[in-house]
């Protein structure tokens, strides 16, 4: 059997971590977890909609097919901790199950692991992929529509919400909550990240704090 390559086996780590606690919780916490996240899945709900009527033609099968575009290329993108959180919290045990199978299984290629012929099998796809646009798509939809483009804009500032770690956010304090359970993962970037350490220590946020986004 091939060795899993070092990507696909941290995100399997995260993976059975991430399931292992939530699953072990008392339903009360669960429910408080389930929450937290309800402004940030608000937000997620936004951008998706906003993606599907505006770049759901440009982005067709036949450009990732084609490799004509840059979304969804193998080990291509940053999954952070709190992504791996939220999508557990979603899915299914099934789900998760389909997710660890196909990393157990993987055997190359040059899309990412996570894609199939149905597109992507995370229920909710990493922060990363849900914001990422191709210059191509950029070009085309926003650079002559001023009232896209600042939405667009007021979307990424959104984001930063929960993911830029210049006050709490959430993607923060999803870490803390399993750091401080005793769990550890090269995918806490928030609490690793030398450049988001630094950032932290410079707003204050190296001290604890609980976050509000
Ligand atoms: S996680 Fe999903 S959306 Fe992100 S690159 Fe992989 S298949 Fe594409």
Known sequence: ??????????????????????????????????????????????????????????????????????????????TFFADVVVNVLLSTQEEIDVLLDILDTDT????????????????????????????????????????????WETFRQRERRYTWPTRPVLFDELEDCFIEAGFDSPLMYLHRSPGLLRLKARHGLDRKQSSNG
């Open 108 to 151: 190359g290629g040059l899309n990412c692991v996570y894609l199939n012929n149905t597109g992507c099998l995370w229920r909710a796809k990493p922060i990363v992929c849900e914001m990422f646009l191709c210059e191509h798509a950029k070009n085309l939809v926003l650079d002559n529509n001023k009232a896209l483009k600042s939405q």
């Open 1 to 78: 059997m091939a060795t899993m390559s070092e990507y696909n086996q941290q995100q399997k780590e995260a993976l059975l971590m991430v399931r292992q606690h939530l699953f072990g919780l008392p339903l009360s916490q669960l429910h408080k977890l389930k929450q937290r996240i309800r402004s940030y899945l608000g937000f997620r709900e936004a951008v998706a909609s906003f993606q599907k009527m505006h770049f759901a033609d440009l982005c067709s099968e036949k450009c990732f097919t084609s490799h004509t575009s840059a979304c969804c290329g193998r080990e291509g993108i940053i």
